[in-house]
């Protein structure tokens, strides 16, 4: 655990600016440690853009925003190959995609063919334009933000893409303590924008590895099939958790087992990330939907069921 230190840094320097919300902060860093991509829903202006910056510039990483819109085109997101007057040969002209930090903002308003150029991105770590792939910059970290009370002119994230998502995260508004203080660190000047570096991405690199090493007994795996199944067994689920969903919890246990300062994974770090890693990925049956019945609850009785390994 000798790098530990680097990420005790990192979420000491994102929670001095970002006031108030530690457990959405640990969550994005799991997710960036595990090397999955967060999709963060709320409501505006409750910090979605601030944090990605701040996690940014925290880590001396480059940083793409792309606002999503409606005529947003996927070569704005992946890149388009450009022809060079001069050498009479095409170049390829980046798109926002190449970037350490990439925020795609309100996501789901550009259209389906938009939100799929992101998906190779995600799961390869690679863009391809006119046949010629293009590898990312390592770390590759995607945080995506959507609106969840504004649906007009909105296009829902099909399954697929959501399920690229290692977690869906909620920040939420602040408590009357946190927001006067989150004010007065306003007034000092303490801003995303002035934030220090406090590691580079090499060490990201360095971390991921060391939370890859995290030692995962066979019972456990065992417990987290548990999990899974038991929402492909439930009636009220149309569609239960895939097996990405199984490697991203096993990901993201480990990742909280490092933040903990374990080298090996206890039931209580799965129990500590199936929500979030779990339940975008489900998803209600007609008669379910009719009853009002909710993913979260649902999903937290049936990890309450599953038996915990000894």
Known sequence: MEHYETAEKLQANINRVFVGKKDVVENLLICLLAGGHALLEDVPGVGKTTLALLLARSMSCSFGRIQFTPDTLPGDVAGV????????????QPGAVMNQVLLADEINRTAPKTQASLLEAMAEGQVTVDGTVYPLPRPFFVIATQNPIEFLGTYPLPEAQMDRFM????????????????????????????????????????????????????????????????????????????????????????????LQKRDYVKPDDVKAVAMQVLGHRLTLSAEARIQKESVEKILKSLILKVKIPV
């Open 81 to 92: 190959s450009v022809y060079d007057m001069k050498t009479g040969e095409f170049r390829y």
């Open 167 to 258: 977690m869906r995260l909620n920040i939420g508004y602040p408590d009357r303590e946190q927001e006067i203080k989150m004010a007065a660190e306003f007034l000092k000047g303490n801003t995303a924008q002035k934030a220090e570096a406090v590691c580079r991405a090499e060490d990201i690199l360095t971390l991921q590895k060391d939370v890859a090493d995290i030692t995962v007994k066979e019972s456990l795996l065992g417990y987290m099939e548990d999990i899974i199944q038991a929402t492909r067994l439930e009636e009220r689920f149309v569609l239960g958790a895939s097996p990405r969903a199984m490697l991203a919890l096993l990901r993201a246990s480990q990742a909280k087992a490092f």
